[in-house]
């Protein structure tokens, strides 16, 4: 099993669509990271999350620290959403990133 | 300096020759972090440096693949003797401070990516 698990693997919607992606992590973390990758490009660092909830724009995240689980929500979803999303989580003690498998999102116009 | 630039973008080998991968953190950040992606496959951690010290490197292959930070210029990435499995897309990460707490100051930032194939 993995230490960090995301699902859904795919996941295609509509314009307008609200959208989740869930992560869930085995072990204590310091951390955890919502990143976004576009196809052949780079990754883009979406939030660092410690506790509770962070939003910036149409893009919500939360963690819950005792489930180790955190989501992403994104409202009003629109196709140039259509990316990578992937959960990474540091623990306690190291700084190396453990990074989930990523969720593949297309928006359909 | 806006970002961490990575370079090169691309880069084309043959088995045996050696590559070379640079990154230039973001201006201010001591800390730099290897982190390689599989075709298909998810990122992994390699390496994390500050200046002129390996402080993990617990994700590097324990041959042919070596990091350093220097004082001065970019942190390089070496791989000698290529082969064909170390195609990947190599990405590099900077931040201010260690991973230390919460502070809204411990931002990772990533660069673009260098694309290596080995032929």
């Known amino acids: 099993k993995n230490e960090v698990e995301q699902s859904p693997q795919n996941l295609t919607a509509q314009e307008g669509e609200f959208i989740t992606i869930n992560c869930s992590y085995s072990?204590?973390?310091?951390?955890l990271h919502w990143l976004q990758q576009h196809p052949g490009g780079g990754i883009v660092s979406l939030f660092m999350?410690?506790?509770g909830k962070k939003k910036h724009g149409r893009l919500i995240a939360t963690i819950n620290i005792q489930e180790k689980h955190s989501s992403l929500h994104i409202t009003a979803s629109h196709p140039r959403d259509s990316a990578v999303y992937i959960c990474?989580?540091?623990?306690?003690?190291?700084?190396?990133?453990?990074f989930g498998t990523g969720t593949r999102l297309t928006i359909i116009p | 300096n806006a970002g961490v630039m990575q370079n090169p973008r691309h880069l084309v080998r043959r088995r045996g020759q050696e590559a070379r991968l640079r990154c230039s953190p973001v201006?201010?950040?001591?800390?730099v972090y290897w982190y390689r992606q599989l075709p298909e496959e998810g990122l992994k951690f390699m390496v994390y440096?500050?200046?002129?010290?390996?402080?993990?490197e617990s994700g590097m292959p324990k041959e042919r693949f070596s990091a350093e930070f220097p004082k001065e210029g970019p942190s390089i990435l070496r791989i000698q003797q290529v082969v064909r499995g170390d195609s990947a897309a190599y990405f590099c990460?900077?931040?201010?401070?260690?991973?230390?707490?919460?502070?809204?100051?411990?931002?990772?930032?990533f660069g673009a990516g260098s694309r290596l194939t080995v032929l």
């Open positions: 990474a989580v540091r623990s306690f003690g190291n700084e190396k990133l453990t």
């Open positions: 072990v204590g973390i310091s951390a």
């Open positions: 440096l500050q200046k002129e010290n390996i402080i993990d």
């Open positions: 999350l410690s506790s």
């Open positions: 990460a900077s931040s201010p401070v260690p991973g230390q707490g919460f502070s809204g100051a411990n931002v990772l930032t």
């Open positions: 201006k201010g950040h001591s800390h």
